[in-house]
């Protein structure tokens, strides 16, 4: 069992910034990928941005030049710096971490960004 909780979520104005944390139980080593999703009111889960099991990252074409994954193995601690924030990235942030075939999630913090 991998158990994630992120935090740092809250309401900003168009423009501003916010880091997102997530703090894994087990070892980043361990993990297969670990990444940042996100589901807004009516909408599907999306992709935010990820580490893959080899390290590269992946980003949505919207996140692109504002949001930056990143990690601290020794605190087994994934953080997404989202810069610039519109509107449209108001919505529920959730980190994932998949291991051995399973996929796990945290509960997910909001963002919610003020026009």
């Known amino acids: 069992q991998v158990q994630l909780v992120e935090s740092g979520g809250g309401l900003v104005q168009a423009g501003g910034s916010l880091r997102l944390s997530c703090v894994a139980s087990?070892?980043?080593?361990?993990?297969?990928?670990m990444g940042w999703y996100r589901q807004a009111p009516g909408k599907q889960r999306e992709l935010v941005a990820v580490?893959?099991?080899?390290?590269?990252?992946t980003y949505a074409d919207s996140v692109k030049g504002r949001f930056t994954i990143s990690r601290d193995n020794a605190k087994n601690t994934m953080y997404l710096q989202m810069n610039s924030l519109k509107p449209e990235d108001t919505a529920v942030y959730y980190c994932?971490?998949?291991?051995?075939?399973?996929?796990?999630w945290g509960q997910g913090t909001q963002v919610t960004v003020s026009s």
């Open positions: 580490f893959s099991s080899t390290g590269s990252t």
């Open positions: 087990a070892s980043i080593f361990t993990l297969n990928g």
């Open positions: 994932r971490a998949d291991r051995s075939y399973r996929v796990y």
